[in-house]
């Protein structure tokens, strides 16, 4: 469980409910022409702009911010990484750590270490894995797309919502009774468009993006901690390195990710 992301939700939901409550607005919010135009027109466009294969894994992406990442943490990798290398010192290489834990980082490392002993090249293992990295991260930012895509087209729809409760409006100038449930659609209209882009659909996508950075991290760290396995390095000077990397790697990705 995933306890900020659950935790942000219902602090969200508080503070929405707290501000209709207040402001006795409760009975205008809730007319289905507004959540029906905001909701079934994001969704259409969203369609739209994605594939089938990117929709059905954007909405397995959403429901797994609420579990508790499956990554390892950095720590737990590179005290991994250091026991790996201490036995292939002692055990003749690379070949004496070839039956990891298969689940472990989603199965990278024992893909890492099969490739490395396939390929018994450093160069080539490395151009291998790093693809491979990339594609997994190409992979999740499209599942955030979807999301940031949904927090774009949301306030756009509750503002043609307000257009058509304008356009009502001023068909019913004449009849005063009307007006004021005429604006009450125009502007909750609005109102269901910007509460999902900023509530759900924004903080989704960041929480996303957030993953793949912590993920992208741990294979890279992994990718390092076997090549220099493959190399023979020293366990000590192994530990250093990763545990150095680990300090600078999570800035690194962020300011790549912003550029």
């Known amino acids: 469980m995933d306890v900020m992301t659950i935790g942000g939700f219902i602090l969200g939901g508080i503070v929405m409910t707290w501000g209709i409550y207040v402001s006795n607005i409760g009975d205008k919010l809730l007319n289905f022409h507004g959540i029906i135009l905001v909701l079934g027109g994001t969704l259409a466009a969203t369609i739209v702009n994605t594939s089938l294969r990117h929709f059905v894994s954007g909405v397995k992406a959403f429901s797994s911010i609420f ?50 002993m396939i390929s018994g090249e450093s160069r080539e293992t490395r151009e291998i894995l790093e693809e491979e990295i990339r594609r997994r991260r190409l992979d999740v930012q499209e599942d955030a797309n979807l999301y940031r895509t949904m927090g774009v087209l ?54 996303i993006r957030l993953r793949a950075m912590e ?24 530990g250093m ?11 690194g990705e962020d300011s790549r990710a912003r550029r």
Do not use: C, W
């Open 67 to 116: 579990a508790a990442s499956r990554t390892p943490p950095p720590e737990t990798i590179v005290r991994l990484l250091v026991q790996m290398s201490e036995t292939a010192q002692r055990q003749g290489g690379i070949m004496a750590v070839s039956s990891p834990d298969p689940a472990f980082a989603g199965g990278f490392l024992k893909r890492a270490i099969s490739v490395g």
């Open 154 to 207: 949301s306030p756009m729809f509750g503002l043609i919502g307000t257009l058509f409760g304008i356009i009502q409006t001023l068909s019913n100038i004449s009849d005063p009774a009307l007006i004021g449930r005429s604006m009450a659609v125009a502007i909750s209209s609005a109102f269901f468009g910007i509460a999902l882009s900023n509530l759900v659909f924004v903080p989704v996508a960041n929480k």
């Open 215 to 238: 993920e992208t991290l741990a294979l890279q760290l992994i990718l390092e901690g076997v090549l220099d396995i493959m190399s023979g390095k020293s366990p000590h000077l192994i």
């Open 241 to 251: 390195r990763l545990r150095s990397y680990t300090m600078t790697g999570a800035a």
